[in-house]
C-alpha cells in the first residue's frame, strides 16, 4: 500500500480545508487508517482514526472540528478540518495499519504518506 496526502495550504483562523489521502492500488477492508500531524520540533500527534469496520476515534483538540471518512469506490480517505486553529498548524500525514482495528498510536501504523503542510493564520 502506498499513500499520497493533498489539500494542504494556508487558511485564516476559522476556515476550512479538506485533505485527502490517496490510497493504491486500493483500499482494503481489512486495513484501519489514520490521520497524524507534526509540528518541527514536536511528536507527532495522532489526530483521529477510522477502522475497517467504521469506527471512528478522535483526538480531544480536534473533537467537533475535524470529521474523518473513507471512500473504498474512490480509494481515498478523508480529513474535513472546519473552525481552524493557529494550533493545527502542521504537517499532516496519512497512515496505514493492516489490521481491522486499531489504536490512535503511532507505532501501531506502519505505512505513511510523504505529509501535506497545513498553515493557520490569523
Known amino acids: 500500500v502506498q499513500l499520497a496526502e493533498s489539500g494542504g495550504g494556508s487558511v485564516q483562523a476559522g476556515g476550512s480545508l479538506r485533505l485527502s489521502c490517496a490510497v493504491s492500488p486500493y483500499t482494503t477492508e481489512s486495513y484501519s487508517w489514520a490521520w497524524f500531524r507534526q509540528v518541527p520540533g514536536k511528536e507527532r500527534e495522532g489526530v483521529g482514526y477510522?477502522?475497517?469496520?467504521?469506527?471512528?476515534r478522535y483526538a480531544q483538540s480536534v473533537q467537533g472540528r475535524f470529521t474523518i471518512s473513507k471512500d473504498n469506490a474512490k480509494n481515498t480517505l478523508y480529513l474535513e478540518m472546519n473552525s481552524l486553529k493557529l494550533d493545527d498548524t502542521a504537517t499532516y500525514y496519512c497512515a496505514a495499519h493492516d489490521k481491522a482495528v486499531c489504536q490512535l498510536r503511532e507505532d501501531l501504523f506502519s505505512t505513511w504518506g510523504p505529509g501535506t503542510q497545513v498553515t493557520v493564520a490569523s
Open positions: 477510522i477502522t475497517s469496520v467504521g469506527t471512528i
